[in-house]
């Protein structure tokens, strides 16, 4: 089996840059793309301070944390991932938006390298459509954070061949993740179940059956979640769930997934969860009252 030396990461969010973090820190030379160069600065320290905090918690030595970043380059060029083994997309969850991303990737990647998407719902087969070679496309679904969570969620396109899961089940197992493997359909396996719930969160506030606080508590208390399906979908942003909410409700073709009405108003009015400080709860610093003292 060929060993996988560089991979390319396009995206620099949050799932961007935690994926080149985790491989940058086993061993793995990474580029980082995103067209934003402030994207890019706000990525690289964003994963200089979780590799620190790893080291300071003694889970990391100093010397393989200053090895990870030293393997972690930048760009906004497309071509500079001409070299990588593996391409790992980490964008938008647009089927649009990562259909043209792999026509252009499949145009500039060499022959043997294997192109992932990160997509936590969009159709594998359709996204390899949009390129020459769906033999070597797959889902290879992180969870968020993905320093921190154990998971990855492969998932099989109708032609994804068997050199290139197994190529990507050994990536992921080298990056310390337990793999689980979904066959091709809307939201694969954990979103599949974890977002109907999150919009049923969201339908239980919008009907007025109780505050949004209790909801979290309930399901927090009551079976053991470490977070409430509210304070979770800010977590994840609520942007990023609907879109899911909308490809399961069409891919499935159940009204049963329709998304809730709350949740599309909280996505149009900008309320998007901690990304932008505000969304089911507000995250932004209320000022501290200032105290004019009167001069006598």
Known sequence: ???????????????GSGIAQL??????????LDTDSQALTRAINSISTSIQRFVSKGQLSQEVATNALQRIRCTSNLEELR?????????????????????????IAKDSAILASN????????????????????????????????????????????????????????????V??????????????????????FFTLYTGV???????????????????????ADFIGLDVCLSIMKVLHAGLGDSKYAPCPLLQQYVDAGRLGRKRGIGVYNYRKVPEATTVLSRI
């Open 1 to 15: 089996m060929a060993e996988i030396r560089s991979i390319g990461v396009v995206g620099g969010g949050q799932m």
């Open 23 to 32: 491989a940058a820190v086993h061993g793995v030379d990474v580029w980082l």
């Open 83 to 107: 070299s990588a083994d593996v391409i790992i997309e980490a964008i938008v969850e647009s089927e649009d938006v990562k259909k043209k991303l792999f026509s252009e990737l499949d145009k």
């Open 119 to 178: 997509t936590s719902s969009i159709s594998i087969t359709r996204l390899a459509s949009a390129t020459s070679r769906p033999r070597k496309v797959i889902g290879m679904h992180f969870m968020n954070p993905p320093p921190i969570m154990k998971l990855v969620e492969i998932v099989r396109g109708a032609d994804t061949s068997e050199e290139t899961f197994n190529l990507t089940k050994a990536l992921a197992e080298r990056f310390g993740k337990i």
């Open 180 to 201: 689980i493997c979904s066959k091709d359909y809307s939201g694969f396996i954990v979103n599949r179940i974890l977002m109907p719930m999150i919009n049923e969160a």
């Open 210 to 232: 109780a505050t949004k606080e209790d909801i979290d508590t309930g399901m927090k208390l009551g079976t053991n979640h470490p977070m409430g399906p509210l304070e979770l």
